[in-house]
């Protein structure tokens, strides 16, 4: 079992940052590609960021590339999310999944949010 919980939301002006970080904890968390999905109000789940176990390989949404950048440190057990040039359309719930994780919004496990709100 992996549990993982979120921290570093906030509100934020528009062209503003926010680094996101996501704990995990369980044996076998540092074998597990990570990630970062987002859901905004009255949308579905999307995703934003993966990084494999090593940290050696990264996706991104179209949307966020070149804004955001996703890391991980396995000695900590914990991954981060550094997002810059942050837009009103960045706001949303954004949540850390790990495992057999999917772009279609799928994921083996997942933390229980935090809220990033990016006013203009």
């Known amino acids: 079992q992996v549990q993982l919980v979120e921290s570093g939301g906030g509100l934020v002006q528009a062209g503003g940052s926010l680094r996101l970080s996501c704990a995990a904890s369980?044996?076998?968390?540092?074998?597990?590609?990570m990630g970062w999905f987002r859901q905004a109000p009255g949308a579905e789940r999307e995703f934003v960021a993966a990084?494999?176990?090593?940290?050696?390989?990264?996706s991104y949404a179209d949307s966020v590339k070149g804004r955001f950048t996703v890391s991980r440190d396995n000695t900590q057990n914990t991954i981060y999310l550094q997002m810059n040039s942050l837009k009103p359309e960045d706001t949303a719930v954004y949540y850390c999944?790990?495992?057999?994780?999917?772009?279609?919004?799928?994921?083996?496990?997942w933390g229980q949010g935090t809220q990033v709100t990016v006013s203009s």
């Open positions: 999944a790990a495992g057999a994780i999917r772009i279609s919004g799928d994921a083996t496990y």
């Open positions: 990084i494999n176990w090593s940290g050696g390989s990264t």
């Open positions: 369980g044996r076998t968390v540092s074998s597990h590609a």
